[in-house]
């Protein structure tokens, strides 16, 4: 079975611009969250959303948005890009998302460069 | 903020058992604690998962204390391959949903 899958894997931008990350979870998954890793860092959390609708957010700027559609699928947006949103962003799947013990499976990440 | 501490690095050389002691002082009573490995540039992904006294898999085993005020990961025969990032988490139940909360995490360093 395929994994978690993320586009693109590398991305340029420059500041004040805006873009957009996708995620496929892994058949099956419900939940999918998104979390913000900086070089030298732990991943951070950002958002996490269950069957469509936002679960959770963590302690990021309204700049930061999401969704999720009917296939589960996910985008996670940021707008007016600065320099220091660059990073690797993963995304995660779970079953639930709310069960105390689901094991989270993480994509490889889409590395973010803001110039 | 995050719920764990555990040393920024270890070394460690082939063959030999490394042991990662994680602390977590305010651990929930329905808290389980699970570890991650993180390699460069990649996402990170699950090694194992308790509540309490010991779990094993075929990676590692974990060892939980009665208090369950700390943890310790186990990797027996280690090799250069599981030079890495090890993240210790305790559940993050806040909200009715289950986040992830990292630290700074392990990085694990194995020499031949």
């Known amino acids: 079975d395929a994994g978690v899958t993320q586009s693109p894997t590398h991305l340029i931008k420059t500041r004040g611009q805006q873009v957009t990350l996708r995620c496929s979870p892994i058949?099956?998954?419900?939940?999918v969250s998104w979390y913000q890793q900086v070089l030298g860092q732990g991943p951070q959390f950002i958002f996490q959303?269950?069957?469509?609708?936002?679960?959770g957010r963590g302690n990021f700027p309204d700049r930061f948005s999401a969704r999720q559609f009917p296939n589960y699928s996910s985008e996670l947006n940021v707008n007016a890009l600065l320099l220091g949103d660059s990073a690797l962003y993963l995304c995660?799947?779970?079953?639930?998302?709310?069960?105390?013990?689901?094991?989270?499976?993480f994509g490889p990440g889409t590395r973010l460069t803001v110039l | 903020l995050a719920k764990t501490t555990q040393p920024i690095s270890m070394d460690s050389y082939e063959g030999q058992e490394v042991n990662i002691t994680c602390s977590h002082n305010?651990?929930?009573?329905?808290?389980?604690i699970t570890w991650y490995q993180q390699f460069p540039s990649q996402g990170p992904r699950f090694i194992i998962q308790?509540?309490?006294t010991k779990v094993t898999n075929e990676v590692a085993s974990l060892f939980i204390p009665a208090d369950r005020k700390s943890s310790t990961l186990s990797l027996p025969r280690v090799s250069l391959s599981d030079t890495a990032v090890y993240y210790c988490?305790?559940?993050?139940?806040?909200?009715?949903?289950?986040?992830?909360?990292f630290g700074a995490g392990t990085r694990l360093a194995v020499h031949p």
């Open positions: 308790g509540y309490k």
């Open positions: 058949s099956g998954h419900k939940s």
């Open positions: 995660a799947s779970s079953k639930t998302g709310v069960d105390r013990y689901n094991e989270q499976f």
């Open positions: 305010n651990i929930a009573t329905n808290d389980y």
């Open positions: 988490l305790v559940g993050d139940f806040s909200g009715g949903y289950n986040k992830l909360i």
């Open positions: 959303y269950y069957e469509k609708e936002e679960r």
